[in-house]
């Protein structure tokens, strides 16, 4: 079943045109790899799929609904555009913990400033909004289990190495159940020994129901872990195919002579 449809995106900053026309879709439970090099459009990708930046340009469909239509010139308000990033979870490359957090509290702020919002009216509203805290508080402890920091959980986030900041991270976007879970360069600010054991959770979340977008820089991994890898150069996407067919047969010289490069 499809979950995504990008149809036409462009996107340019100033005279720079960054995204030059992407189409691709994206069936539920698939994992898709997006490589390429620096410049080439992926992370400013990224950040449209999770409305940080608005296309000039294009549609984003997510399910059956459009998200997004450069046609539309109404303006989004704030709950609406909330609403469309929260099926978009997204792990950034530099963490962008709140410092000022315990880890624990980095998880469940998003979802109780959400909870907030629906102001109690009586008494037994008030005790559901209780336990609703509750079942987030326990929601939380779940997934830092999960990512191996059940310990970590009253620390802050500078008392942890890199990779289990990232880690914090990837299960700060999994609180909020995000239709899609995007990862943007998630082990390009750590060392070697650091990056496996963020490769390792992310592995451990392809279980076949995640859909997730992958844009990285680790090449064996995309092979492993993709139903389908994207290679972008200059704004468009230069070639697609299984992992088998990108690394192992592709069509573009450009891909080739990316991959060459890698290898």
Same mark, same amino acid.
């Given at each position: 079943?499809?979950?995504?449809?990008?149809?036409?995106?462009?996107?340019? @900053?100033?005279?720079?045109?960054?995204?030059?026309? !992407?189409? @691709?879709?994206?069936?539920?439970?698939?994992?898709?790899?997006?490589?390429?090099?620096?410049?080439?459009?992926?992370?400013?990708?990224?950040?449209?799929?999770?409305?940080?930046?608005?296309?000039?340009?294009?549609?984003?469909?997510?399910?059956?609904?459009?998200?997004?239509?450069?046609?539309?010139?109404?303006?989004?308000?704030?709950?609406?555009?909330?609403?469309?990033?929260?099926?978009?979870?997204?792990?950034?490359?530099?963490?962008?913990?709140?410092?000022?957090?315990?880890?624990?509290?980095?998880?469940?702020?998003?979802?109780?400033?959400?909870?907030?919002?629906?102001?109690?009216?009586?008494?037994?509203?008030?005790? +559901?909004?209780?336990?609703?805290?509750?079942?987030?508080?326990?929601?939380?402890?779940?997934?830092?289990?999960?990512?191996?920091?059940?310990?970590?959980?009253?620390?802050?986030?500078?008392?942890?190495?890199?990779?289990?900041?990232?880690?914090?991270?990837?299960?700060?976007?999994?609180?909020?159940?995000?239709?899609?879970?995007? #990862?943007?360069?998630?082990?390009?600010?750590?060392?070697?020994?650091?990056?496996?054991?963020?490769?390792?959770?992310?592995?451990?979340?392809?279980?076949?129901?995640?859909?997730?977008?992958?844009?990285?820089?680790?090449?064996? #991994?995309?092979?492993? !872990?993709?139903?389908?890898?994207?290679?972008?150069?200059?704004?468009?996407?230069?070639?697609?195919? +299984?992992?088998?067919?990108? @690394?192992?047969?592709?069509?573009?010289?450009?891909?080739?002579?990316?991959?060459?490069?890698?290898?």
């Amino acid at each position: 079943m499809q979950i995504l449809n990008v149809s036409g995106l462009r996107k340019s @900053f100033k005279e720079q045109e960054v995204l030059r026309g !992407i189409d @691709f879709t994206l069936q539920r439970g698939e994992i898709l790899s997006i490589i390429g090099s620096s410049g080439s459009g992926k992370t400013t990708l990224l950040r449209c799929l999770n409305f940080l930046e608005t296309p000039d340009a294009g549609t984003i469909t997510i399910g059956d609904r459009v998200a997004f239509d450069a046609a539309d010139t109404r303006k989004l308000t704030a709950k609406e555009k909330r609403a469309r990033q929260l099926q978009m979870g997204l792990v950034f490359q530099s963490f962008n913990l709140f410092p000022h957090f315990t880890v624990k509290k980095n998880l469940t702020i998003a979802s109780e400033l959400r909870l907030k919002e629906e102001k109690p009216q009586n008494g037994a509203e008030k005790a +559901t909004k209780k336990a609703q805290l509750e079942a987030i508080d326990r929601k939380a402890e779940e997934l830092l289990s999960k990512v191996g920091l059940a310990d970590k959980a009253n620390d802050y986030p500078y008392a942890l190495s890199g990779g289990q900041q990232q880690r914090v991270a990837i299960a700060r976007a999994l609180m909020l159940d995000p239709e899609i879970l995007c #990862f943007d360069e998630p082990t390009s600010a750590l060392d070697p020994e650091l990056t496996g054991e963020v490769l390792r959770v992310i592995r451990s979340l392809c279980d076949g129901e995640r859909t997730m977008i992958i844009v990285t820089h680790e090449m064996e #991994f995309a092979r492993q !872990i993709s139903h389908r890898v994207i290679y972008m150069a200059d704004g468009v996407i230069e070639e697609e195919g +299984t992992p088998e067919e990108v @690394f192992g047969n592709p069509k573009s010289p450009k891909t080739r002579a990316f991959l060459s490069v890698k290898d």
